[in-house]
């Protein structure tokens, strides 16, 4: 079993930047993806970005170049570096590790609350 655990979240400015981690830890498989997604109460939750242990990665339409997605295998560590954050960008981030081949399996964190307000 994979355990998910986001930190990095918090209050900032319009403009400003914050870096969201991601830790896993447990029974974690190769070929795995691991994402971004965000979700604001009553919403669907969005995709945000995601990076394949190859490193190929894919982002959401909205971000326009504001994000960076990042994964460290040997550390089990995904980042997402926000910058130029706006007041849309506010809501709960999820990070999410899934694999797609056989055995098969999907992994999310409880969310970290992302604020961005004057």
């Known amino acids: 079993q994979v355990h998910l655990v986001e930190s990095g979240g918090g209050l900032v400015q319009p403009g400003g930047s914050l870096t969201l981690t991601c830790a896993a830890s447990?029974?974690?498989?190769?070929?795995?993806?691991m994402g971004w997604f965000r979700q604001t109460p009553g919403n669907e939750r969005e995709f945000v970005a995601s990076?394949?242990?190859?490193?190929?990665?894919k982002y959401g339409d909205v971000l326009k170049g504001r994000f960076t997605i990042s994964r460290n295998n040997y550390k089990n560590t995904l980042d997402l570096q926000m910058n130029n954050l706006k007041p849309e960008d506010t809501d709960v981030y999820y990070c999410?590790?899934?694999?797609?081949?056989?055995?098969?399996?999907?992994?999310w964190g409880q969310g970290i609350q992302v604020t961005v307000s004057s």
């Open positions: 999410k590790m899934s694999r797609a081949v056989t055995p098969t399996m999907t992994a």
């Open positions: 447990g029974a974690i498989p190769g070929a795995t993806v």
């Open positions: 990076v394949s242990s190859g490193g190929t990665t």
